[in-house]
C-alpha cells in the first residue's frame, strides 16, 4: 500500500511513460521531518517499473506488500 509519494519528474506533465521506484517506507523512518512507520517481515527493499504509466504505477505500488513510498521519475531517469 502506498504510503508516500515523492514526485521527482521534471516533466510534470508527461505521464503516459514514466519510471516509477517502491521502498519500504519505513527506511524513510530516518528522515527527521518524517512521519515513523513500523518496519514489517512484508516490506519490500526496492522495485521499479521502466516506461510505466503514472495510474500503472499507482496501481502496482498499491498492490505492493506492506507500506511503499513511491518514488516517480521521468522516463530514462531514476533507476539502477
Do not use: F
Not at 21 to 42: F, L
Amino acid at each position: 500500500m502506498i504510503l508516500n509519494i515523492i514526485d521527482r519528474r521534471k516533466r510534470l506533465y508527461l505521464w503516459k511513460r514514466i519510471n516509477a521506484v517502491a521502498e519500504a517506507t519505513s527506511h524513510d523512518n530516518s528522515k527527521s521531518d518524517g512521519d515513523q512507520v513500523e518496519a514489517v517481515a512484508e516490506d519490500i527493499t526496492y522495485s521499479e517499473r521502466k516506461g510505466i504509466s503514472l495510474a500503472g504505477a499507482i496501481m502496482w505500488a498499491n498492490g505492493l506488500p506492506g507500506g511503499v513510498t513511491l518514488y516517480l521519475y521521468d522516463e530514462g531517469c531514476g533507476v539502477r
